[in-house]
C-alpha cells in the first residue's frame, strides 16, 4: 500500500513503518484502489465500487462527493455530498453550483439535515446525480453553500475515476455505463459474496494470573528470538497484551511491541498450553516476512473469534487501513478490508471497502 500526504500535512507519515508492517493481504480477492488526481477509487471482490472526491487537506470544514456502484446489470449508482463543519442546524437547506452556474439549472436547493450538528449527508437524486456524471466531462468544482459558508469539492479526476469503476465492473461501451456508454450489453453479474466462517474461542476462559504469566514468558520469549523486533514496553503499557484459549489446549497471545503517538503495534503468537518456546507466529491470510503477524491497533473478540485492526497513517485517522480477520481453526482469515492511500480529511467511516464478506459459525 502506498500512502500520500495531502497538502499541507508534514509529518503526515511518520507512521508509516508501522503501515508497510500491515501492508494489504497477497490475495487477488483484496480488490484494487487508485488516485485520479482529486479522487480516488477501489473495488471490492464483489465488483462493487466506490469513488470519492479528495479534499484540498488543510480546511478545518469539508465537502466531498460519494459515488457508490454495485457490480452487476441491475447495480444503480448512488451519488451523495458529505459535509462536516461546525454548527450545522438539524434541517437546512444546501446550494450547488457547477463552475458558478446553479446545479441543477432551476437552482432548487436541497433539503439536508445533520443529527449531531457536525456531520451531514445530502442523498443527490437520481435525476440529479445522472445530471452531474455528464457535467463532470466539462466542469472543474462544484459549490455547496448553506447560508453564509461555501464548501468547494474539486470534479479534477472524476471522470477518469468513473471510467475506471465502468472498466473494473466489465461496463464500458455497455448503456449502464457511467461514462464511456453503448448500444447494446448490461456487464456481467457481480461475483458471490463469499461466506468466511470465523470460530469462536472455545477454551475455558483464562484467569488474570494465568493469562499474565503467559504473556510475560511470551515477551521473554520474543526477546530470546529476537531482540530487536519488540520494545521493552513502560510499566503499565503491557497492559494491552492479552491471551486467550481458542480451545482446550492452543491459546493467541497478543504482545504489544511497539508504541507511536497514536499507533500500538502488536504481534499475535500461537501457544500450545504454556510452552512458549514452541510459540509459532498467528498465521494471517496473505501475510509474509517477519511482521506477518503483526497487527496495528488490533482487538481480539473471544466471543466470535475475529481480530479487527485499525492502522491510522497520521493522528487524524483520515488515511490507512482498518478490517478484520476470523480465526478458521487453521488460521486467521480475512473478512474486511478497508483502506484510504491518500491523506486528504476522509474520515475513517468513508474508507473504501476492498474485501467484504458474510459471516458464519464455524463448527
Known amino acids: 500500500m502506498t500512502m500520500r500526504r495531502g497538502a499541507g500535512s508534514k509529518g503526515a507519515l511518520a507512521a508509516l513503518g508501522l503501515m508497510f508492517a500491515l501492508a494489504t493481504p497477497a ?38 462527493l460519494r459515488l457508490d456502484r454495485p457490480a452487476g446489470p441491475d447495480g444503480a449508482p448512488t451519488l451523495a455530498l458529505k459535509l462536516r463543519a461546525q454548527k450545522l442546524k438539524p434541517s437546512f437547506a444546501i446550494a450547488l453550483a457547477l463552475d458558478g ?30 445530471a452531474l456524471i455528464t457535467a463532470a466531462r466539462k466542469a472543474t468544482t462544484l459549490t455547496a453553500s448553506i447560508e453564509t459558508e461555501s464548501f468547494k ?10 471510467l475506471w469503476i465502468d ?20 456487464g456481467p453479474a457481480a461475483p458471490a ?15 488474570k494470573a494465568e493469562a499474565t504469566a503467559l504473556t510475560k514468558a511470551m515477551r521473554a520469549e520474543i526477546k530470546r528470538r529476537e531482540p530487536d523486533s519488540c520494545e521493552d514496553m513502560p510499566d503499565g503499557f503491557t497492559d494491552t497484551d492479552g491471551a486467550w484459549a481458542l480451545d482446550g489446549t492452543l491459546r493467541l497471545v497478543a504482545i504489544a511491541c511497539s508504541r507511536g503517538a497514536y499507533n ?26 517477519k511482521a506477518a503477524s503483526e497487527l496495528v491497533n488490533a482487538d481480539f ?34 473478512l474486511q478490508w478497508s483502506e484510504m492511500s491518500e491523506c486528504r480529511l476522509i474520515p475513517g467511516d468513508d474508507w473504501i471497502t476492498l474485501f467484504r464478506s458474510k459471516g458464519s459459525a464455524a463448527n
Open 301 to 334: 473478540d473471544a466471543k466470535t473469534g475475529q481480530i479487527s485492526f485499525y492502522a491510522k497513517a497520521r493522528g487524524l485517522g483520515d488515511c490507512g487501513s482498518s478490517g478484520s480477520y476470523g480465526w478458521d481453526g487453521k488460521r486467521f482469515a480475512v
Open 167 to 186: 472498466e473494473q465492473q466489465g461496463r464500458l461501451n455497455t448503456p449502464t455505463a457511467l461514462i464511456r456508454k453503448g448500444t447494446t450489453g448490461t
Open 27 to 64: 490475495q487477488a480477492q483484496i480488490g484494487p484502489i487508485k488516485t485520479f488526481r482529486d479522487w480516488i477509487a477501489g473495488c471490492d471482490n464483489t465488483k462493487s465500487c466506490t469513488a470519492l472526491s479528495l479534499p484540498g487537506g488543510t480546511e478545518d470544514d469539508i465537502a466531498f
Open 264 to 289: 500500538v503495534s502488536s504481534q499475535f503468537w500461537l501457544v500450545g498450553g504454556r510452552d512458549v518456546a514452541k510459540a509459532r507466529p498467528a498465521p494471517f491470510e496473505g501475510a509474509s516476512g
Open 101 to 130: 452556474a446553479p446545479f441543477p439549472a432551476a437552482g432548487r436547493p436541497l433539503p439536508a439535515t445533520s443529527i449531531d450538528g457536525e456531520v451531514a449527508e445530502i442523498a443527490i437524486p437520481r435525476a440529479e446525480a445522472e
Open 193 to 207: 459474496l463469499p461466506i468466511i466462517a470465523s470460530k469462536p474461542a472455545s477454551g475455558k476462559p483464562l484467569a
Open 153 to 162: 469539492v474539486s470534479l479534477a479526476g472524476s471522470v477518469a475515476a468513473m
